[in-house]
């Protein structure tokens, strides 16, 4: 069974366009912990378009002090502001992506090979706070080795380009790599993490097809389906497909 990171940017987002503090992120965090997702995800930008760094803060302290078993998960460029606020919360997981900070979302994964270096000592700082590190990665089955070579521990596969052309032979295609890429990623002793433009519709057909999964992360699919059925039924029904 892969986990349910609930990714709360989208949220987030939501709640910065009027100035009144609803919908509230921790207040949402709580109904899909509540409803049995298995951890949170958030992406907080340099410019806090969605998530603010009290946001982190706040939810850091929702999950210390809940009673829920669920891991906190924090992704984002390693700048180092960020990478003193993740040394600061201590989240069970952090997720380096290769965002430009004008992006509107990830779009790509690293080239481990041309930032080795860079990924290398970013990685050992993070090793020396105890934090367990994933790479955000594009379908290529090429790629699982060199985030071993890094010491990464696991690597998040971009489902952007499967997402975009499911139901296709084009989606078909990126569905195959993906699969090749995660059984690269376990061959190579890492733990495989998936998101992006996941929903209800796409996520069956890869769940079958793609072995070794141990989470999504999902946000703007679950988001949007919230608005239909609310969270505690769309944390149910993802929860249903990745178990």
């Known amino acids: 069974m892969a986990k349910l990171s609930v990714n709360l940017n989208a949220v987030a987002m939501l709640r ?3 100035d009144v503090g609803w919908p509230s992120v921790t207040g949402i965090a709580k109904l899909v912990l509540d409803a049995g997702a298995a951890g949170i995800t958030v ?12 946001d982190v803060y706040d939810l850091s302290d929702l999950l210390v002090d809940g009673d829920w078993d669920a891991e906190f998960n924090i992704e984002g460029y390693p700048s180092e502001d960020f990478l003193r606020l993740v040394e600061d919360v201590k989240p069970h997981q952090v997720t380096f992506v290769p965002d430009d900070p004008s992006q509107a979302t990830s779009d790509h994964g690293w080239d481990i090979d041309a930032h080795q270096s860079f ?37 998040e ?15 078909d295609r990126h569905l195959d790599r993906l699969a090749m890429t995660a059984k690269a990623a ?8 998936a998101g992006h433009d996941l929903t209800l519709e796409n996520l069956p057909a890869f769940m079958a ?16 389906d919230a ?7 769309a944390v149910k029904r993802y929860n249903a497909v990745l178990g």
Do not use: Q
């Open 43 to 54: 992406h907080p930008r340099p410019d806090e378009r969605h998530i603010r760094r009290s």
């Open 157 to 171: 596969l971009y489902t952007g380009p499967y997402g975009a052309t499911f139901g296709t032979p084009e989606g």
């Open 209 to 224: 097809r793609v072995k070794h999964v141990d989470e999504c992360s999902i946000g703007h699919g679950i988001t949007a």
């Open 119 to 155: 990924l290398r000592d970013t990685i050992s700082r993070m090793k020396e706070a105890n934090l367990r590190v994933a790479l955000f990665i594009d379908e290529d089955p090429t790629v699982p080795p060199d985030a071993w070579e890094v010491d990464a521990d696991r690597v």
């Open 16 to 18: 910065n366009r009027r």
């Open 186 to 193: 376990h061959a190579a002793g890492l733990e495989v993490n």
């Open 227 to 233: 608005l239909l059925m609310g969270f505690p039924e």
